[in-house]
Nanobody
Framework: QVQLTESGGGLVTAGGSLRLSCLVS????????VGWFRQAPGKEREFVVA????????YYDNSVLGRFTISRDNAKNTVYLQMNALKPEDTAVYYC???????????????WGQGTQVTVSS
């Protein structure tokens, strides 16, 4: 059974930074593509960034390109999302997801975390 557990959310003022973590337990971590998605109040969940398994590519949504960075520590089975220059419009619940292929489509991910709240005040 694969489980994903996010942490690191919180309240930050605009221009600040946060780092989210996603611990992936079960399965073979290095083979999974991992994605981060977010859902703002009253909106559909949207793609943020995804990274293929070891040696694969990374893909960012234009809205976060240059501000957010995804990384993974295979020894810790953990994926990180470093978020810099945060804006109020980044406020959302952030979810990590894992699956067999890197993609921006939710349906291609098999496993999801419970989400962590990020709030950016102006």
């Amino acid at each position: 059974q694969v489980q994903l557990t996010e942490s690191g959310g919180g309240l930050v003022t605009a221009g600040g930074s946060l780092r989210l973590s996603c611990l992936v337990s079960g399965g073979t971590f290095t083979t999974y593509a991992v994605g981060w998605f977010r859902q703002a109040p009253g909106k559909e969940r949207e793609f943020v960034v995804a990274q293929a398994g070891s040696g694969g590519g990374t893909y960012y949504d234009n809205s976060v390109l240059g501000r957010f960075t995804i990384s993974r520590d295979n020894a810790k089975n953990t994926v990180y999302l470093q978020m810099n220059a945060l804006k109020p419009e980044d406020t959302a619940v952030y979810y990590c997801a894992a699956g067999p292929v890197v993609a921006g489509l939710e349906g291609l991910y098999d496993y999801w975390g419970q989400g962590t709240q990020v709030t950016v005040s102006s």
